[in-house]
């Protein structure tokens, strides 16, 4: 039995009189690809600010592995190995695409501080990032900067700064929002080799990628978890197409 | 009692005026996100405004002329200096308001002279109100009071009661989504920013004739307007006037409370050793009272960041 | 495009290292002024452009190392604590001690509160400073003397501007470095993305306070050389004008460009020294400027100088040379309708001139100004800086439309300027 790499136990989110996240119990198996699915509005971004530590849950626990990650800050929760991904691409526009991803790369090797050193003579650093630039095919944009690079590319961009905190979960919020066929094609590639041996929980809203890509899918409601299973068993889960279509068609 | 007295009323007179003029403040800042530095200088437009026209047109019809006329300064400041530089960001606003309330400042100082002006309370207003034991309270301080009252209630019915203030309120939370609902956003913000410009600029106009006006009156009150807004919470207007009546009390009592750290250090048999250190615990807090202000702004934010009444960001 | 930079950047040296040579006195004195103010403008927006934290109280900072450089070199009995060329590091501890314990309280918030924290806490120095004596002399200061070192006498301004010199240099050279090292880097990731640093696993809170910490030392550096200079410290340092100063001066540089805050601050100095005594409204004119940079040229003249630069590689001087003839004509009517037109107000409001209308038989007596004497009931005396101000506008379109004709016909670059190796120098703050 594989270990759980991530646990959420009965986490419950108010603003004010306002229930968001209405008691969500998942337990994300450690190497799989997870999918979070569910009609807009269901809570799927305010989870991601709860387990990323953005957010403080109203109840509930949140574990990444056997360390208690629920009312830490993004930053601890960073360290202990979880990373997320934004669906609004939120990166450092007027600074390189090098420079981007090297600055997550810096925060790994400890050199958040170092002032008595210049970076360019940190070799272990510079490598790391341009091999992230090869992972993600970003190696011709590298001096590029943030806001200049084309959409598709600047999702790239999300998901390598991601990957560079080497974290052991990672978090993808709609990591294909607004891309083209072949682009998403060829992100569901990237996302499969990158994401090889770590677990990953993904919000998509893509159908298709949601089916082909992921081992097990939850589907999230009003806050709650309706069903959770393989993509067969989900795909013939009466209450999930009630839930998007709403009255069932005879 | 006497002294209790007295204090109360100076520091809840005095705390009133900080809300009068933090209150647009306020509003502009969760409106629009900017903070408005020329804001204080709107007060100070005000006073000298009243101070000008006063000779001509007598007193209260120099109160309102100001008013309306700092009103007219704010929409024209928010038309064509701070809508064009919108898309550089808050921080590039934020310091072309800086420079607008630089400009003022001079621009004042050319036409008004480097010192302050007699700009005083009319005779027909400067009576006694009541008397507190042997001193007499003046009733032009009581009408300062009374005007930030009257101006607070005001505007929280426009804002609650009127289909105006409906309008407004959404524009201020949502201005996408009120744009969108076919109201001129723009217009609203030029209004909401001139409203507050002219609540400013009453302020000023009122309060000028009976503390001192001057071309400093701006930035010392802009000053204590940053620490109210960070002590009460930026966009909350029940925080700006908890922020503003303690600053306000905690000001006016220790005006008169000549007591130094080293004498109460003294009860405790420390007062030698207070008095060898020197400095600060030497001083009086009577000296400090200015300061009391800071330290409680430094106060809250060990203690709760976002203020007593902000929420988180 | 590096060792051009690096060229100029060796003639200006060359220059300030020779210049005391041919300088008078007092232009030596406005020199070390320029320096020093080029340094604090540099420290200053460390913090500012390069980590986009905008502080109004960095004079607490300045002033901090003043002080305790005036305590040092009055300590032991009037021989100093250290030999003269070495008290800025006096001013150096001090800005990093007061700046640690200041920072860390202010950047306990961000943005707008960041700022009003800043303000509050020079204010609050302001207001304390004259009651504590014993650190800060009351009301009228304190005062040392420069003692000789190493054979030098330091009597003369001279060498004290070869002193402020050489520490200008070496800091300046120490906060390029900086920029070239993690903390460095760190910084503009504060600047562009303080949420998304988080998320990477950042302690935003501690990056930021030294990151604060290094701005204020080097501010105290600055300060220590002005007490050096000048052989005294004031309390009035706090107040939020010398603030206001260095912020002005900055972005009239231009922050987004490592020496531009160094050249609005030299230029700024060398204006205040030559016009303040010609006019009151220096300080106006100052403010003005400001708001024109930042409502029309955010980058700065630094940023300005950049733009130039780019244009005329991508079009040539030939076809640029119209619009730069009607841009200064330009701004020769602006300057000149401008500059009427406050002397005039000024002179009017004055108090000379209202005992001068009283005194004489005349209510309206002529104002004397640049060499011609001008009635203040006449329309002329009033429609010249009108005509100056609307030729000037009317020439500034006619100049923006031809730059504008000239950059559209060029061969388009390929490639935006941080692309390019374009100097570090120049753009070495923004990538």
Same mark, same amino acid.
């Given at each position: 039995?594989?270990?759980?790499?991530?646990?959420?136990?009965?986490?419950?989110?108010?603003?004010?009189?306002?229930?968001?996240?209405?008691?969500? $119990?998942?337990?994300?198996?450690?190497?799989?690809?997870?999918?979070?699915?569910?009609?807009?509005?269901?809570?799927?971004?305010?989870?991601?600010? &709860?387990?990323?530590?953005?957010?403080?849950?109203?109840?509930?626990?949140?574990?990444?592995?056997?360390?208690?990650?629920?009312?830490?800050?993004?930053?601890?929760?960073?360290?202990?190995?979880?990373?997320?991904?934004?669906?609004?691409?939120?990166?450092?526009?007027?600074?390189?695409?090098?420079?981007?991803?090297?600055?997550?790369?810096?925060?790994?090797?400890?050199?958040?501080?170092?002032?008595?050193?210049?970076?360019?003579?940190?070799?272990?650093?510079?490598?790391?990032?341009?091999?992230? &630039?090869?992972?993600?095919?970003?190696?011709?944009?590298?001096?590029?900067?943030?806001?200049?690079?084309?959409?598709?590319?600047?999702? %790239?961009?999300?998901?390598?700064?991601?990957?560079?905190?080497?974290?052991?979960?990672?978090?993808?919020?709609?990591?294909?929002?607004?891309?083209?066929?072949?682009?998403?094609?060829? %992100?569901? $590639?990237?996302?499969?080799?990158?994401?090889?041996?770590?677990?990953?929980?993904?919000?998509?809203?893509?159908?298709?990628?949601?089916? #082909? &890509?992921?081992?097990?899918?939850?589907?999230?409601?009003?806050?709650?978890?309706?069903?959770?299973?393989?993509?067969?068993?989900?795909? %013939?889960?009466?209450?999930?197409?009630? %839930?998007?279509?709403? #009255?069932?068609?005879? | 009692?006497?002294?209790?007295?007295?204090?109360?009323?100076?520091?809840?007179?005095?705390?009133?005026?900080?809300?009068?003029?933090?209150?647009?403040?306020?509003?502009?800042?969760?409106?629009?996100?900017?903070?408005?530095?020329?804001?204080?200088?709107?007060?100070?437009?005000?006073?000298?405004?009243?101070?000008?026209?006063?000779?001509?047109?007598?007193?209260?019809?120099?109160?309102?002329?100001?008013?309306?006329?700092?009103?007219?300064?704010?929409?024209?400041?928010?038309?064509?200096?701070?809508?064009?530089?919108?898309?550089?960001?808050?921080?590039?606003?934020?310091?072309?308001?800086?420079?607008?309330?630089?400009?003022?400042?001079?621009?004042?100082?050319?036409?008004?002279?480097?010192?302050?002006?007699?700009?005083?309370?009319?005779?027909?207003?400067?009576?006694?109100?009541?008397?507190?034991?042997?001193?007499?309270?003046?009733?032009?301080?009581?009408?300062?009071?009374?005007?930030?009252?009257?101006? *607070?209630?005001?505007?929280?019915?426009?804002?609650?009661?009127?289909?105006?203030?409906?309008?407004?309120?959404?524009?201020?939370?949502?201005?996408?989504?009120?744009?969108?609902?076919?109201?001129?956003?723009?217009?609203?913000?030029?209004?909401? *920013?001139?409203?507050?410009?002219?609540?400013?600029?009453?302020?000023?106009?009122?309060?000028?004739?009976?503390?001192?006006?001057?071309?400093?009156?701006?930035?010392?009150?802009?000053?204590?307007?940053?620490?109210?807004?960070?002590?009460?919470?930026?966009?909350?207007?029940?925080?700006?006037?908890?922020?503003?009546?303690?600053?306000?009390?905690?000001?006016? *009592?220790?005006?008169?409370?000549?007591?130094?750290?080293?004498?109460?250090?003294?009860?405790?048999?420390?007062?030698?050793?207070?008095?060898?250190?020197?400095?600060?615990?030497?001083?009086?807090?009577?000296?400090?009272?200015?300061?009391?202000?800071?330290?409680?702004?430094?106060?809250?934010?060990?203690?709760?960041?976002?203020?007593?009444?902000?929420?988180?960001? | 495009?590096?060792?051009?930079?690096?060229?100029?950047?060796?003639?200006?040296?060359?220059?300030?290292?020779?210049?005391?040579?041919?300088?008078?006195?007092?232009? =030596?004195?406005?020199?070390?002024?320029?320096?020093?103010?080029?340094?604090? @403008?540099?420290?200053?927006?460390?913090?500012?452009?390069?980590?986009?934290?905008?502080?109004?109280?960095?004079?607490?900072?300045?002033?901090?190392?003043?002080?305790?450089?005036?305590?040092?070199?009055?300590?032991?009995?009037?021989?100093?604590?250290?030999?003269?060329?070495?008290?800025?590091?006096?001013?150096?501890?001090?800005?990093?001690?007061?700046?640690?314990?200041?920072?860390?309280? @202010?950047?306990?918030?961000?943005?707008?509160?960041?700022?009003?924290?800043?303000?509050?806490?020079?204010?609050?120095?302001?207001?304390?400073?004259?009651?504590? +004596?014993?650190?800060?002399?009351?009301?009228?200061?304190?005062?040392?003397?420069?003692?000789?070192?190493?054979?030098?006498?330091?009597?003369?301004?001279?060498?004290?501007?070869?002193?402020?010199?050489?520490?200008?240099?070496?800091?300046?050279?120490?906060?390029?470095?900086?920029?070239?090292?993690?903390?460095?880097?760190?910084?503009?990731?504060?600047?562009?993305?303080?949420?998304?640093?988080?998320?990477?696993?950042?302690?935003?809170?501690?990056?930021?306070?030294?990151?604060?910490?290094?701005?204020?030392?080097?501010?105290?550096?600055?300060?220590?050389?002005?007490?050096?200079?000048?052989? +005294?410290?004031?309390?009035? =340092?706090?107040?939020?004008?010398? +603030?206001?100063?260095?912020?002005?001066?900055?972005? =009239?540089?231009?922050?987004?460009?490592?020496?531009?805050?160094?050249?609005?601050?030299?230029?700024?100095?060398?204006?205040?020294?030559?016009?303040?005594?010609?006019?009151?409204?220096?300080?106006?004119?100052?403010?003005?400027?400001?708001?024109?940079?930042?409502?029309?040229?955010?980058?700065?003249?630094?940023?300005?100088?950049?733009?130039?630069?780019?244009?005329?590689?991508?079009?040539?001087?030939?076809?640029?040379?119209?619009?730069?003839?009607?841009?200064?004509?330009?701004?020769?009517?602006?300057?000149?309708?401008?500059?009427?037109?406050?002397?005039?107000?000024?002179?009017?409001?004055?108090?000379?001139?209202?005992?001068? +209308?009283?005194?004489?038989?005349?209510?309206?007596?002529?104002?004397?100004?640049?060499? @011609?004497?001008?009635?203040?009931?006449?329309?002329?005396?009033?429609?010249?800086?009108?005509?100056?101000?609307?030729?000037?506008?009317?020439?500034?379109?006619? @100049?923006?439309?031809?730059?504008?004709?000239?950059?559209?016909?060029?061969?388009?670059?390929?490639?935006?300027?941080?692309?390019?190796?374009?100097?570090?120098?120049?753009?070495?703050?923004?990538?």
């Amino acid at each position: 039995m594989n270990p759980v790499a991530l646990s959420l136990r009965d986490v419950h989110k108010s603003f004010g009189d306002v229930d968001i996240i209405n008691g969500v $119990d998942l337990d994300l198996i450690a190497g799989e690809r997870h999918a979070l699915i569910g009609p807009n509005g269901a809570g799927k971004s305010t989870l991601f600010h &709860l387990i990323s530590g953005q957010l403080s849950l109203t109840r509930g626990t949140i574990y990444l592995g056997d360390q208690r990650i629920s009312g830490l800050t993004p930053e601890r929760v960073n360290r202990l190995g979880l990373a997320r991904s934004f669906q609004i691409t939120n990166v450092f526009p007027k600074l390189s695409v090098f420079e981007n991803l090297r600055l997550a790369v810096m925060r790994q090797h400890n050199l958040q501080y170092v002032f008595w050193r210049g970076i360019e003579g940190q070799h272990a650093v510079r490598e790391e990032t341009e091999a992230l &630039l090869e992972q993600l095919h970003l190696m011709a944009r590298a001096g590029t900067l943030a806001t200049e690079l084309s959409y598709s590319e600047q999702r %790239a961009l999300e998901i390598g700064v991601v990957l560079a905190s080497h974290p052991q979960v990672i978090l993808l919020d709609e990591p294909m929002a607004g891309m083209s066929r072949e682009e998403s094609a060829y %992100a569901v $590639d990237l996302i499969r080799k990158v994401t090889h041996g770590k677990t990953l929980l993904i919000v998509e809203h893509d159908m298709d990628v949601v089916f #082909e &890509l992921s081992d097990r899918i939850s589907v999230l409601v009003y806050g709650r978890i309706v069903a959770t299973g393989t993509p067969a068993e989900i795909r %013939a889960n009466a209450e999930v197409k009630e %839930a998007y279509l709403g #009255e069932e068609v005879a | 009692m006497d002294y209790f007295i007295v204090s109360l009323l100076n520091g809840l007179i005095y705390g009133l005026l900080l809300f009068m003029v933090s209150a647009g403040l306020t509003l502009v800042f969760g409106m629009m996100g900017i903070l408005n530095f020329a804001h204080a200088s709107f007060y100070m437009l005000g006073a000298y405004a009243a101070y000008a026209l006063q000779p001509v047109i007598g007193f209260w019809w120099a109160v309102v002329v100001a008013t309306v006329l700092v009103g007219g300064v704010g929409v024209v400041t928010e038309r064509y200096f701070l809508r064009p530089v919108h898309k550089y960001g808050h921080a590039h606003e934020l310091l072309l308001t800086f420079g607008l309330s630089f400009i003022i400042a001079e621009l004042v100082k050319l036409f008004f002279g480097n010192y302050p002006v007699n700009y005083r309370v009319p005779q027909a207003l400067s009576f006694s109100a009541f008397h507190v034991g042997p001193s007499a309270y003046p009733f032009y301080r009581l009408l300062i009071g009374l005007v930030a009252i009257a101006m *607070f209630v005001l505007i929280y019915l426009l804002l609650t009661r009127t289909r105006v203030g409906i309008i407004v309120r959404a524009a201020i939370r949502r201005p996408a989504m009120a744009g969108a609902l076919g109201h001129n956003v723009p217009v609203v913000f030029m209004a909401v *920013f001139g409203v507050g410009a002219a609540l400013a600029g009453l302020a000023g106009a009122i309060a000028g004739a009976f503390y001192t006006t001057s071309p400093n009156m701006a930035i010392e009150l802009a000053v204590m307007m940053f620490v109210v807004v960070v002590i009460g919470g930026l966009g909350s207007l029940e925080g700006a006037l908890l922020a503003s009546l303690i600053i306000g009390l905690s000001t006016s *009592f220790s005006v008169g409370v000549d007591v130094s750290l080293a004498q109460v250090l003294a009860y405790v048999g420390m007062g030698d050793w207070a008095r060898g250190i020197g400095g600060l615990l030497t001083l009086k807090l009577s000296s400090l009272s200015g300061t009391i202000p800071y330290a409680l702004m430094l106060l809250v934010l060990l203690i709760r960041p976002y203020g007593l009444m902000g929420a988180k960001e | 495009m590096n060792r051009r930079f690096l060229l100029v950047g060796l003639l200006v040296v060359i220059a300030l290292v020779a210049a005391p040579l041919v300088m008078s006195q007092s232009l =030596i004195n406005a020199g070390i002024q320029m320096l020093i103010a080029s340094l604090f @403008a540099c420290a200053f927006s460390l913090l500012c452009g390069q980590a986009g934290m905008l502080s109004f109280g960095h004079s607490a900072f300045f002033g901090a190392g003043a002080f305790a450089t005036v305590h040092a070199m009055d300590a032991m009995g009037g021989a100093g604590l250290l030999p003269t060329p070495f008290m800025p590091l006096v001013g150096a501890v001090t800005g990093l001690l007061v700046g640690l314990v200041a920072g860390w309280f @202010a950047t306990k918030r961000t943005g707008v509160y960041f700022a009003m924290i800043t303000l509050a806490i020079g204010e609050l120095l302001y207001a304390l400073a004259p009651h504590l +004596s014993g650190w800060f002399g009351g009301e009228a200061g304190l005062s040392t003397m420069r003692m000789p070192a190493f054979g030098l006498s330091f009597a003369d301004n001279v060498q004290v501007y070869y002193l402020t010199l050489a520490w200008v240099l070496l800091c300046l050279g120490l906060l390029y470095l900086f920029m070239r090292t993690p903390l460095g880097r760190v910084a503009l990731g504060l600047r562009e993305n303080t949420h998304r640093m988080r998320f990477f696993g950042y302690n935003v809170h501690v990056a930021s306070t030294l990151v604060f910490a290094i701005s204020t030392m080097f501010s105290g550096v600055a300060g220590a050389l002005q007490a050096i200079n000048i052989e +005294s410290a004031n309390y009035v =340092i706090f107040n939020l004008d010398l +603030s206001a100063q260095v912020l002005l001066n900055s972005y =009239i540089g231009g922050v987004t460009y490592f020496l531009g805050p160094a050249v609005g601050a030299a230029l700024m100095s060398f204006f205040g020294y030559v016009v303040s005594d010609l006019t009151t409204s220096w300080l106006l004119y100052q403010g003005l400027l400001f708001v024109l940079v930042m409502l029309f040229m955010p980058r700065g003249i630094a940023g300005l100088v950049h733009a130039v630069a780019q244009a005329l590689r991508r079009c040539g001087f030939a076809r640029l040379w119209r619009a730069f003839a009607l841009y200064l004509g330009a701004t020769a009517l602006l300057v000149a309708g401008t500059t009427f037109l406050v002397e005039l107000l000024q002179r009017l409001f004055s108090q000379d001139y209202r005992a001068l +209308s009283q005194i004489g038989g005349n209510a309206w007596p002529d104002i004397p100004l640049f060499g @011609a004497s001008w009635a203040p009931l006449s329309v002329l005396t009033w429609l010249l800086p009108v005509l100056l101000l609307t030729a000037g506008i009317w020439l500034l379109a006619r @100049a923006a439309r031809h730059w504008r004709r000239a950059l559209a016909l060029a061969a388009p670059d390929d490639d935006s300027p941080a692309t390019t190796g374009g100097g570090r120098l120049v753009s070495g703050a923004s990538s």
